[in-house]
């Protein structure tokens, strides 16, 4: 998709998300129906993934506004958002209600700190942390985001300090707050992260929020017991791609080719990220086709209405 947006000053094409600057201080964000695993951009599209993904988060956003600002104004097309464009912080707040993913490889190798955060001892795979647990990393230019611990963020100018204290709380907020929505369909958040930016005074949470493509989330339901068992939890996520991909021997690594996805498998991908989306939010998932010059226009005339005259 390619679209001819009125005072564009500038343009970025992500691995899944388009980005258009408008004027010095909008962004209208564009979710593809791209879909990438291992940094590697799969070559078929996913049909509604872009509107699964961008109405999560618009929910999501207008869910904890009243926690902390966010850069969100208006969601004019179903795969379009538009918002204030903000200062980034050069960190992500990694937030982890359980140890799993690279919490648990780092414990099971044996360390019991991450990112300068102490981890108790005789914890096993998924369990719950004593609370919640902010693991921040750097957000790289190129290549791969780094682990840094809060000490470092401050000592080394990245974030000043009263800064870094407010993103402290409104991560945990934040966090709390997904938590409860995620309880109510059922689920449990896991593990997610935030972006903040800032304009003047003002902190703004920004990017998308909860998705299942930025989060972990389990299934409450027998969860104790899987954890008793000491049996896989059963989670939603797109890790079933990934799962999917390391099957047919691709990881991303030099030399492998990306296996063949055939129409059926799209089309199961695409119906697990809408039953993603239903699970998530708990309404039901309705299909919109916008052809570019709908979504122009949409995108046009609410532009116009944010757009000092």
């Known amino acids: 998709m390619n679209l001819t947006i009125p005072h564009l000053t500038g343009y970025y094409k992500g691995k899944v998300r388009d980005v258009y ?6 962004l209208v964000m564009v979710a593809s129906n791209r879909i990438s695993a291992f940094d590697v951009i799969l070559p078929r599209a996913i049909p509604y993934k ?7 988060a618009a929910y999501m956003l207008q869910a904890t506004a009243d926690i902390c600002p966010n ?3 208006d969601v004019p097309a ?21 140890l799993t993913g690279h919490a648990w490889r780092t414990y099971s190798s044996g360390l019991r700190t991450l990112c300068g955060v102490s981890l108790p001892e005789g914890m096993q795979e998924n369990d719950f942390f004593p609370a919640p647990i902010i693991t921040p990393t750097t957000k790289a230019e190129a290549g791969h985001d ?13 974030v000043p300090a009263d800064d870094y204290a407010r993103l402290e709380t409104y991560t945990l907020a934040l966090f709390a707050r997904g938590r409860e929505i995620a309880a109510r369909q059922g689920l449990i958040l896991v593990d997610t992260k935030y972006e903040f930016g800032k304009i003047g005074d003002t902190i703004y949470l920004m990017d998308e929020i909860h998705t299942p493509d930025s989060s972990r989330y389990f299934y409450a339901d027998g969860f104790e017991e899987r954890q008793a068992r000491g049996e896989k ?4 996520s797109k890790e079933f791609v990934r799962e999917w991909l390391i099957a047919n021997n691709f990881m991303g690594k030099e030399g492998q ?10 089309d199961t991908i695409s119906q697990r990220y809408i039953e993603l989306y239903e699970k998530v939010v708990g309404q039901a998932f309705e299909k919109q086709d916008w052809t570019d010059a709908q979504t122009e226009a949409a995108i046009a005339e609410s532009l116009q209405r944010l757009m000092p005259a």
């Open 71 to 73: 850069w969100l104004l």
């Open 50 to 56: 872009g509107q699964v993904l961008n109405q999560i």
């Open 146 to 158: 780094e682990d840094i611990s809060r000490e470092d963020i401050i000592a080394r100018g990245i």
């Open 78 to 98: 179903p795969n379009v958002s538009i918002g204030r464009r903000c200062v980034p912080y050069r960190v992500e707040m990694v937030v982890r209600g359980n």
């Open 233 to 236: 939890q059963k989670q939603l």
């Open 21 to 26: 600057s408008v004027a010095d201080n909008l």
């Open 257 to 266: 080719t990306v296996p063949d996805m055939s129409d059926e498998w799209i």
